[in-house]
């Protein structure tokens, strides 16, 4: 009974911002490390980016690092994905994920998810 209910995209114009948000359920967020992934149609699913429960630990992938930030609120189970300088390349739904191991860090391969959300459209274009 995992909910993960992204929201927050949108359509936006290249350079430009958005910040995502994975409101959580069912599961003990606040000791779950928690990865964001994004699937564009032409592409496979791929990671994003993953803080561990305590978001004292962040790994991010190149092709987004220093563009997006990973934020967590454990009193609230939510996570978080501001996004600055969104590129076309950017255009994907965008899913948080539970792990389905806590040895795995940073969760950057497939074998390491057990679910994600329906999750939430980025389109950047001009």
């Known amino acids: 009974q995992v909910q993960l209910v992204e929201s927050g995209g949108g359509e936006v114009p290249p350079g430009g911002s958005l910040t995502l948000s994975c409101t959580t359920s069912?599961?003990?967020?606040?000791?779950?490390?928690m990865p964001w992934l994004r699937h564009h149609p032409r592409r496979r699913i791929g990671w994003l980016s993953s803080?561990?429960?305590?978001?004292?630990?962040?790994a991010y992938a190149d092709s987004v690092k220093g563009r997006f930030t990973i934020t967590r609120d454990n009193a609230n189970g939510a996570l978080s994905l501001p996004m600055t300088d969104l590129r076309p390349d950017d255009t994907a739904v965008y899913h948080c994920?539970?792990?389905?191991?806590?040895?795995?860090?940073?969760?950057?391969?497939?074998?390491?998810?057990?679910?994600w959300g329906q999750g939430t459209q980025v389109t950047v274009s001009s």
């Open positions: 994920a539970e792990p389905n191991t806590r040895i795995a860090w940073p969760y950057s391969r497939e074998c390491t998810w057990a679910f």
């Open positions: 069912g599961l003990t967020f606040s000791t779950t490390p």
């Open positions: 803080n561990s429960s305590a978001g004292d630990d962040v």
